[in-house]
């Protein structure tokens, strides 16, 4: 099941009192939410995800767990109604998170026929 456009919806008003930058953008049928243009947050099957690295794990103990989508490696489940959590989280995330690589396009070789 992908995360539905009102989810999405619902979650960045939630998330709109944080003073960072947030957007998100649609992949495969979920989502991707950044921060200052760092990728700080997966949204699935109307799920918020968030990687666990090292830096929030004193703020994430009580949170549960699961994999975003199949293949994918174990994520904090996040409560984005408690907001306050999410204010304290998301600056720490977009501070620890790198920009994304940008993305080298192929060259196109000479074909020979």
Known sequence: ????????D???????EIRVELR??????EY?????DKPVMLVCDNT????M?????PLMQEASTGMPY????????????DRELMKKIIPILEQNTPLPK?????KKEDRID
Request: proline letters at 4%.
């Open 102 to 106: 940008p993305k080298t396009r192929k």
């Open 24 to 29: 998100f953008r649609k992949m495969f049928g």
């Open 70 to 81: 199949q293949g994918a490696k174990t994520h904090y489940i996040a409560d984005v109604e």
């Open 53 to 57: 690295l090292p830096c929030i794990e």
């Open 48 to 51: 918020v995800f968030i990687k």
């Open 10 to 16: 619902y979650v960045m008003d939630l998330l709109f």
């Open 32 to 36: 991707c939410i950044y921060a200052n």
């Open 1 to 8: 099941m992908a995360t539905s456009a009102d989810y999405i």
